[in-house]
């Protein structure tokens, strides 16, 4: 297994703009979680699934957010009309049910907004 | 709500020297409690863990005590490498929870 997966690695936009990311993660893992992280700050928690579906999403997550799990495997999560406060590290994790073992992180995508 | 509390950074240290990060927590029932680390330009690596009160989670030379009377897990290493430069961040996961919590990290520099 090549661990979890995400694509791409930096993503610099323009605002206003639509952008999207994508989450890979470790195969036999049904929980995906998705995380925002700030320069000098701990990662917030976004949102995650169980397989396909959505099961919680932070505040954070404004209606310009918006995260998909289509077949349980890969997830993308779309941020519409960006802004320059959208700018951070996204992460992905994934772990089984649980999460007791800990949960596997990818290398994150680093947006930034201009 | 839960909450991860750790002291703040950056901790500078020399090579060999005695490392220590406290971390707090806030949190009902009985959380598992990790350490995350960030080595530049990666991603969280988990470092170790506890799942239980009195319970001593250790990887690497670190290692970490589950103190619940104290709601702490404060991370310890007896000699520090310059490899071991990095930003760690705490965070528990609640029993019945379903996300990790984080703490705001502790940058740490080890020189040579």
């Known amino acids: 297994d090549t661990g979890v997966s995400q694509n791409p690695r930096h993503k610099i936009t323009k605002r206003g703009q639509n952008v999207t990311f994508r989450c890979d993660p470790i195969s036999e893992h049904n929980r995906l979680y998705w995380y925002r992280q700030t320069l000098g700050q701990g990662p917030e928690f976004l949102t995650y699934?169980?397989?396909?579906?959505?099961?919680?999403k932070s505040r954070l997550l404004s209606d310009r957010f918006s995260a998909e799990r289509p077949k349980g495997s890969f997830s993308t999560l779309e941020i519409q009309r960006t802004e320059q406060g959208d700018s951070a590290m996204y992460l992905c994790?994934?772990?089984?049910?649980?999460?007791?073992?800990?949960?596997?992180f990818g290398s994150g995508t680093r947006l930034t907004v201009v | 709500g839960d909450s991860v509390t750790q002291m703040e950074g950056p901790v500078t240290l020399s090579e060999e020297a005695f490392l220590t990060i406290n971390c707090t927590y806030t949190a009902t029932g009985y959380p598992s409690l990790f350490w995350y680390v960030q080595y530049p330009g990666e991603g969280l690596q988990l470092l170790l863990k506890?799942?239980?009160?009195?319970d001593k989670g250790s990887n690497k030379g670190f290692e970490a005590t589950y103190r619940k009377e104290t709601t702490s897990f404060h991370l310890e290493k007896g000699s520090v490498q310059v490899s071991d430069s990095a930003v760690y961040f705490c965070a528990l996961l609640k029993a019945a929870g379903n996300k990790l919590t984080f703490g705001g990290g502790t940058r740490v520099l080890v020189k040579p």
């Open positions: 506890a799942t239980k009160a009195d």
């Open positions: 699934f169980q397989n396909e579906a959505q099961l919680e």
């Open positions: 994790a994934s772990s089984l049910t649980g999460g007791d073992d800990g949960y596997t």
